[in-house]
Nanobody
Framework: QVQLQESGPGLVKPSQTLSLTCTVSTGSITTKYYYWSWIRQPPLKGLEWMGAITYSGRTYYSPSLKSRTSISRDTSKNQFTLQLSSVTPEDTAVYYC????????????WGQGTQVTVSS
């Protein structure tokens, strides 16, 4: 059973960069053919896929967030990281990391989620 855990600051000021890390345990982020994603849910809204990094290190981003989003990984720590720049209060959300296999639509594993609030 793969376990994911998000970590990072719960409060970020407007215009700053939000940075979150997902630590993966009982499994490797280089395992074929997993896609490791960041997904968020703003208050009273649905889930929004932000982007992903694959087992091979290739990245994919939501077109609406691409200009502000960067996903990277540290294979030595079995972690992948989200950076979202120039945040506004509209970026306030619960942020999740999740994993699915290539070709599957459902996510097999989820982190518990972490609340991030953007406020001065």
């Amino acid at each position: 059973q793969v376990q994911l855990q998000e970590s990072g600051p719960g409060l970020v000021k407007p215009s700053q960069t939000l940075s979150l890390t997902c630590t993966v345990s009982t499994g490797s982020i280089t395992t074929k053919y997993y896609y490791w994603s960041w997904i968020r849910q703003p208050p009273l809204k649905g889930l929004e896929w932000m982007g992903a990094i694959t087992y091979s290190g290739r990245t994919y981003y939501s077109p609406s967030l691409k200009s502000r989003t960067s996903i990277s990984r540290d294979t030595s720590k079995n972690q992948f990281t989200l950076q979202l720049s120039s945040v506004t209060p509209e970026d306030t959300a619960v942020y999740y990391c999740a994993a699915r296999l290539y070709g599957e639509s459902e996510y097999r594993y989820w982190g518990q989620g972490t609340q991030v609030t953007v406020s001065s």
